[in-house]
DNA sequence: TGTACATCAGTGAACGCGCGTTCACTGATGTAC
DNA sequence: TGTACATCAGTGAACGCGCGTTCACTGATGTAC
């Protein structure tokens, strides 16, 4: 089986499907070397292609991991609208969202990099975000899955409020563990039980707020 | 007055302060360029010292990259403590320090980008984040806040798993703060409220779990 | 108090390197007739 | 079907640059006697 972005791929003089490779190339130097460690050099040679040949498809760097960031974005979305639909009660459903996003940032190191860097709000991927769930807006699908799973809905607290409470507190667990810096082997539980608990006292707590 | 740091505190041939000088221009290069805009070269260019004169002090620019985080965890240290000790109740003590975590990560963005940078975690900095609070350990801090501040306990949880589910709130908030991916002008509560109110219910979703 | 000397914080020039990007080019592909 | 030609995805060599780091050095400081 041949595999794009092996340099074995090349069928002549022409790649092919050179774009793709060199997104996928970039994703993987991020996940192994961070966005600090990434080249432009490396991922050509990854793909078996000289330097020149990125700037058929990108207008440099830049424009190459706002890509990424891109496709980050779809990604996430599609995976948490299946976890979303899943079977099970709306609150299983709703827990096995986060997981899922956990999971994502855990295994997809290079798209979240890519997706949180520091240039990525400034290239319009934010409407990816906050777009509309319709959209595919990561943001406003879980805006839309906290209405689905919470039908009676949070007495005077916005459902947006909310996401943003539960979104920023899944991000923060999702760095601290990219980072190395959740405990480990203390006997605590580890960071599903940590998002799981943590969304459910959110929620809980949004729906005890009387005004 | 005279400010370290700028090139005309130059005493003659000995700059007199050069470790704390670069420190501080290092610290702001950080916050202006992010870790990646920040060299050597500038940092001894604003100081007033030629780049090798670094190699007295540091012994490379990791070595003063971790310095800025070491520093940066001290500080923050010092002043989640200060927030804990002033005056109100202990909740609301408690909540003062989150605010002071939120604004110690929007106004020390150079400490805190090094803190939680990708090498910060392997460079022996963690302990002074899981350190003992009497160590000036952040976290110890935290979990020690907790206990004071809820004296009665979290019947079955663990007041670790709390604070670090605080902390990873505080974390994703500041982080998405940062790169500016808070929504802004959409009527909704400010990021201090945000935490506030997510510190809440976390606390009062831990003290109604019950065996 | 004055002098010799050890110490050490700085200089400044240079280094090798690897980066992103450019350029004129060439080989392959597809289409018109 | 065969040929001429436009198109365009690649090459490969080279570029300028700025980086972190080194080196032999020099000037200032402090101490012993």
């Known amino acids: 089986m041949r595999h794009w972005g ?22 993987r130097f991020i ?12 991922a050509a040679k990854l793909v078996g292609v000289s330097p020149a040949a990125l700037y058929r498809h990108f207008r440099g760097r830049e424009a190459l991991v706002a890509e990424v960031a891109f496709r980050g974005f779809t990604s996430l979305a599609e995976r948490l609208a299946r976890a979303l639909s899943g079977s099970g009660t709306p609150l299983e459903r709703f827990t096995r969202m986060g997981e899922a996003y956990l999971d994502f940032a855990e295994k997809e190191p290079g798209y979240y990099a890519a997706m949180f860097s520091a240039g990525a709000a400034e290239s319009g991927l934010s409407a990816l975000l906050n777009g509309d769930a319709g959209q595919g807006g990561a943001f406003g699908l879980l805006v839309d899955a906290l209405r689905k799973t919470f039908p009676d809905g949070f007495g005077p607290v916005d459902p947006r409020f909310l996401a943003l409470e539960v979104w920023a507190l899944s991000h923060g667990i999702a760095m601290l563990d990219a980072a190395g810096q959740l405990p480990k082997g203390s006997g605590l539980p580890g960071k599903h039980e940590l998002l799981r608990a943590g969304v459910l006292a959110l929620v809980q707590g949004a729906m005890t707020t009387r005004k």
């Open 31 to 42: 996940a192994e070397r961070g966005l600090l460690g990434f080249t432009l050099a490396d």
């Open 6 to 27: 092996d340099p074995s791929d090349r069928r002549g003089y022409h790649h092919g499907n050179l774009k793709e490779a060199l997104v996928d190339a970039a994703r």
